[in-house]
């Protein structure tokens, strides 16, 4: 076992420990003075509990998450100077990953006899470092138990201590929606700028060439890279736009139908069918798109004697579309059951037929609804990656014909940021570039969709 | 008379004219509704095509053609230190070869030794392992064939296509027809698929690495996203005061669930891998980066559950004495449970499905063995899904539809769950 396991087992087995202590220490109490607690002997076990778990649960992770850098730190640094003078921090960092695969055994050819130093100086370090934590912990433990045992008498408010702390666990968690949002980002933003120190602004948002291949070593042989990434951008628009042609007809009709037309039998067997074509997941589609829609695409256009590439951005629109018809047809269902009736009865009372009252007074009345639906629906093609990265192509072509290929925005975000990444070049940086303008795109789709849908929703209630 | 009344009188209700534009109005009407039947048709005729196609090409890799013959674990071949790294090649190959003494050596034998796959050698190894006594004595394996000729018995590419279209050649076929003639074929339940890990041969590849690495991250995702989702509903729903914050944190929730897939993956990528160091590929990263993206859904199915407990329940709570705390722990939150179990299920079946941000932390690693914790690199069914896509052999194609399939029927497993639970448990009030 680990020494992590056996310090989180430890604070494991001294939280129950402690539950039951308090439990005892609260009913002597009690008995010792004749007088009625304050709280629940419960809440006093609960709040000894909680001030021997907490409080070694959080020096485990701080622990966790400062061991291996203070380790290594203190390794490189008894390292002799010959071995360590003008490392550049990549260079570091393999010497680094030597010593310690050194230590774990894992040797290809004789290591240096500095590294096998380095590596025997880690492992001492690291079991230290466990006999160290395995103390801490228990010292930690001991003392919450020790303070908690001393607040525990009769008159102790013994729930309000339990409650309080349940409540700032409970805000720490609704926090934790903000914190990844300023983490998203952070990240994003700080990566981005990085990467405009390495290309100018204006050639990302306005080059119209896009050849990240760059030498990532000084004997490769490659271009000198272009990040101009406006072609780009119109690959991504140019099949979103096909995906939102397929699929807000389709959608809307099929929404027409159901709320309008169809029985309750139809709606009963139809609805779960289109839920079930919503949960299927993307790399689902995106397989089908290169297994039958390609294929049967190439050969049709074979008929017809186009030379059709495998990878044309029709196919991914296309296959994106079926994906997003459900989401568009019940965002439309939604909006336009959510017009009041009066609207539709009073149109049908007029001597309008079910197909008048729809196009003339439910459609125009639930049109904000089904533009803020279309509007959501934009913002996930966009960030729509599965299907384009199987079905549509690596190259940047700056063109509008669906018959050809082109790349998107998320296509070239996992092309420049799968493998082992080094965030040192303009080449994976890009991928965070990308990133950042994706994100808010899709942010701001997102908060005009929704404030169309409020605005609307307010104007009926 | 007044001037509209006249108009009125003027009017022909019944005329041909009217009678057209009835006509007309109600050829419309059936055409909007015909409009709406196809539309719906041709959506559910594109998931029939989906679910057809995956059928059509995965059915048969639930089925692994297999070739029986006997084997003699020569002792010359038996390496007594080193069992492990014995010559089991040559095991197989001279005992496989002795079932055709008529083909010569030279290429006809290398042709011919292509029918077993060469996870023949493995399985012996194993054999030996479990039972070194059998050293020296023959014994009855059997193994599965390479993948061309397990796609030629499957039917894949026809026997009359000229010899240079087809992955088998002409003396393949007729050594493969004797040995199906002399009954040694079979085609098993392929239990590779759901015991093996990834390979690079598809007739060994399977899917338990997939599976494994699945089930880690689900329940990483799982032990964070549901205490802390459900805390943080509570809290939103029950304490919250109205103010700026929490109109705050509620907008930055509405909007995490909209954000890209992808985006959580650059998340991890700059926060998890860059910033805290956790090691690529793990479940455990997969699983926090899931359990972010999870987290709405979990809070808005939780806080749907928690409204519709009524108020009543929460005033006699009070109304007894319980603290505020104790209302919600002792009484609503068990109320609510059902339906905050069917929402987790809902956004569990979701993250199974997730691939994007996988890929950017480095969970398409090519993996030959099931990992053995979180901290393990680790593939995950989709983005096996996504592996298996890219690899060019034609027994790949099969196999990823087949693991579609079972992605699908996990899907549907949770899915089903939910429904039953809602039924079995929701109360109306």
Known sequence: MSPVTIAFLIILVMTVAGYFIGKSRALHAAGATNERLHSLPSQHAAYLALWVGIPGIMLLLVWLLLQETTIQNIVFAAIPGTLTDGLTDAQRALLISEIVNVHHGRVFQAPRPEVVEGARHYGALVSTAGTALIAAIVAICCAGMSWGWSRIKVHFRARHGVERIMSGFMILCSMIAIFTTIGIVLSLVFETIRFFQMVPVHEFLFGLRWEPQIALRADQVAGQGAFGAVPVFTGTLLIATISLCVAVPIGLFAAIYLVEFADDRVRNVVKPAMELLAGIPTVVYGFFAVLVVSPVLVQAGGAVGLDLPPTLSLVAGLVMGIMIIPFISSMSDDAITAVPRSLKDGSLAMGATKGETITKVLLPAALPGIVGGVLLAASKTLGETMIVVMAAGLIANLTFNPLEGVTTVTVQIVAMLTGDTEFDNPKTLSGFALGFVLFLATLMLNIAALSIVRKYREQYD | ?429
């Open chain 2, 1 to 429: 008379m007044t001037e509209g009344s006249s108009n009125f009188a003027r009017h022909d209700w019944d005329g041909a004219d009217a009678r057209r534009r009835l006509k007309r109005r109600y050829a419309a009407n059936t055409r909007l509704k015909l409009y709406g039947l196809s539309a719906i048709v041709l959506a559910l005729g594109l998931l029939a095509v989906l679910l057809g196609s995956l059928v059509m090409t995965g059915y048969k890799s639930f089925v692994q053609t297999h070739v029986t013959f006997d084997v003699y674990v020569n002792p010359e071949n038996y390496d007594q230190a080193n069992p492990f790294d014995s010559d089991y090649r040559t095991m197989i190959r001279d005992s496989f070869l002795k079932l055709f003494p008529e083909v010569p050596p030279g290429p006809q034998q290398r042709q011919l030794f292509d029918i077993p796959s060469t996870g023949a050698q493995l399985k012996l190894r194993e054999i030996v392992a479990a039972d070194p006594s059998v050293v020296g004595s023959t014994i009855r394996i059997s193994v599965p064939v390479s993948d061309e000729f397990d796609q030629f018995q499957k039917g894949e590419g026809s026997r009359d296509a000229a010899e240079d279209a087809r992955r088998v050649n002409d003396r393949q076929i007729v050594w493969f027809d004797k040995l199906a003639a002399d009954g040694k074929i079979s085609t098993p339940f392929n239990w590779t698929l759901f015991n093996s890990a990834d390979s690079r041969f598809p007739e060994l590849a399977g899917l338990k690495g997939a599976i494994v690495g699945t089930f880690y991250l689900l329940l990483v995702t799982f032990v964070l996203s549901f205490p802390i989702g459900i805390a943080a509903a509570i809290y939103l729903e029950e304490f919250a005061p109205k103010n700026k914050w929490t109109d705050i944190i509620e907008i930055n929730i509405n909007n995490l669930a909209a954000v890209p897939s992808i985006v959580f993956g650059l998340l991890a990528l700059a926060v998890f891998l860059q910033t805290f160091g956790l090691p690529r590929s793990a479940p455990l990263v997969g699983g926090m980066t899931i359990a972010l993206m999870t987290l709405p859904t979990i809070i808005i199915a939780t806080r749907a559950a928690l409204k519709a407990v009524p108020p009543s329940i929460r005033e006699a709570a009070l109304g007894v004495g319980a603290s505020k705390h104790q209302v919600i722990i002792h009484h609503v939150l068990p109320l609510a449970m059902p339906g905050i179990l069917t929402g987790t299920i809902i956004g569990m079946a979701h993250a199974i499905g997730e691939t994007a941000p996988l890929l950017l932390i480095g969970m398409n690693a090519f993996m030959t063995s099931a990992s053995v914790g979180i901290l393990d690199p680790a593939t995950t069914l989709p983005t096996q899904i996504y592996i298996w896509a890219d690899s060019p052999e034609r027994g790949f194609v099969a196999r990823t539809s087949a693991a579609i399939l079972v992605l699908l029927g996990f899907l549907m497993l949770m899915n089903g769950l939910a429904i039953y639970l809602r039924r079995r448990l929701e109360r109306k009030w």
